[in-house]
Nanobody
Framework: QVQLVESGGGSVQAGGSLRLSCTAS????????IGWFRQAPGKEREFVAH????????YYADSVKGRFTISRDTAKNTVSLQMNSLKPEDTAVYYC????????????????WGQGTQVTVSS
């Protein structure tokens, strides 16, 4: 088990950018595969992006492909989500979690969820 902490959320106008960070508390988590999910009020948790513990092989939801980029900074023990060309429908609480197995887009295959960080995109 590992404790994850999200940060970097905020408010931005449509078309703007934000960079979210997911940091492991107390240990290096380069060995863990990490996913980003988001959840808007009244909606189910939605897969956003996934990164394996080795280089390359990232995976994105179709709704964010080409706009969002997931990356890993080993020196900072951090996985980041760069979000560009933001849309109002991107508004949600964003969570990171550790991937255990199964479908990469299925939240049931993850644990060690962070507390979430709010992203609000206005038109």
């Amino acid at each position: 088990q590992v404790q994850l902490v999200e940060s970097g959320g905020g408010s931005v106008q449509a078309g703007g950018s934000l960079r979210l960070s997911c940091t492991a508390s107390g240990r290096t988590f380069v060995i863990y595969e990490i996913g980003w999910f988001r959840q808007a009020p009244g909606k189910e948790r939605e897969f956003v992006a996934h990164i394996p513990w080795s280089g390359g092989g990232t995976y994105y939801a179709d709704s964010v492909k080409g706009r969002f980029t997931i990356s890993r900074d080993t020196a900072k023990n951090t996985v980041s989500l760069q979000m560009n060309s933001l849309k109002p429908e991107d508004t949600a609480v964003y969570y990171c979690a550790r991937y255990l197995g199964g479908l990469r887009s299925d939240p049931r295959g993850y644990n060690s969820w962070g507390q979430g960080t709010q992203v609000t995109v206005s038109s």
